[in-house]
T-cell receptor, first 112, second 110 residues
Framework: DTGVSQDPRHKITKRGQNVTFRCDPI?????LYWYRQTLGQGPEFLTY????????KSRLLSDRFSAERPKGSFSTLEIQRTEQGDSAMYLC??????????FGPGTRLTVT | TQLLEQSPQFLSIQEGENLTVYCNSS?????LQWYRQEPGEGPVLLVT?????EVKKLKRLTFQFGDARKDSSLHITAAQPGDTGLYLC??????????FGKGTKLTVNP
């Protein structure tokens, strides 16, 4: 059973550009979560899906952020008009219902 | 909003020493989890504890959950360089999302 994978692992972009990250969860996991982690902090919840339905969004998820999970499998997180404050590690996790969450390696975003 | 405080924030020790790190919550934990995160990687789940007073052992790691379910400790015996990392505690409450502390950054020097 392969773990959670994320792509790309690193992304450097210029302020104002759009970026998209992909997460492939563990197969058979119906829940998928996105978190953001900045330097010196623990991960902070952004949003989560059960199958293809987005069930909760954090106040951290501004209008520039959008997440999808169109077929209940992989998910994408898009950030439009990136700002320097968006620089962070974006982590994806998956679980089966409310059981333990398993994290991917993350995508490190740097906005210059 | 639940707040998790972890202490110490940083810890640097020599190989072979013992250490303890702490996690305290502003409210009762629903399901306390401990993770270890290496630089540039995602957190890896170490243990889940739910019962007050519970003690779990994972090789050289001992996890204790306070009777009142508002505090926890992680004790490492005879630390090794491979134990180096960021130790995070988290609560998985009824809303399913995890709430994390800021972590304890442990460095074990050879």
């Amino acid at each position: 059973d392969t773990g959670v994978s994320q792509d790309p692992r690193h992304k450097i972009t210029k302020r104002g550009q759009n970026v998209t990250f992909r997460c492939d969860p563990i197969s058979e996991h119906n829940r998928l979560y996105w978190y953001r982690q900045t330097l010196g902090q623990g991960p902070e919840f952004l949003t989560y899906f059960q199958n293809e339905a987005q069930l909760e969004k954090s106040r951290l998820l501004s209008d520039r952020f959008s997440a999808e999970r169109p077929k209940g499998s992989f998910s994408t997180l898009e950030i439009q008009r990136t700002e320097q404050g968006d620089s962070a590690m974006y982590l994806c996790a998956s679980s089966f219902l409310v059981r333990e969450q398993y994290f991917g390696p993350g995508t490190r975003l740097t906005v210059t | 909003t639940q707040l998790l405080e972890q202490s110490p924030q940083f810890l640097s020790i020599q190989e072979g020493e013992n250490l303890t790190v702490y996690c305290n919550s502003s409210s009762v934990f629903s399901s306390l989890q401990w993770y270890r995160q290496e630089p540039g990687e995602g957190p890896v789940l170490l243990v889940t504890v739910v019962t007050g007073g519970e003690v779990k052992k994972l090789k050289r790691l001992t996890f204790q959950f306070g009777d009142a379910r508002k505090d926890s400790s992680l004790h490492i015996t005879a630390a090794q360089p491979g134990d180096t990392g960021l130790y995070l505690c988290a609560d998985q409450g009824g809303s399913e999302k995890l709430v994390f502390g800021k972590g304890t950054k442990l460095t074990v020097n050879p």
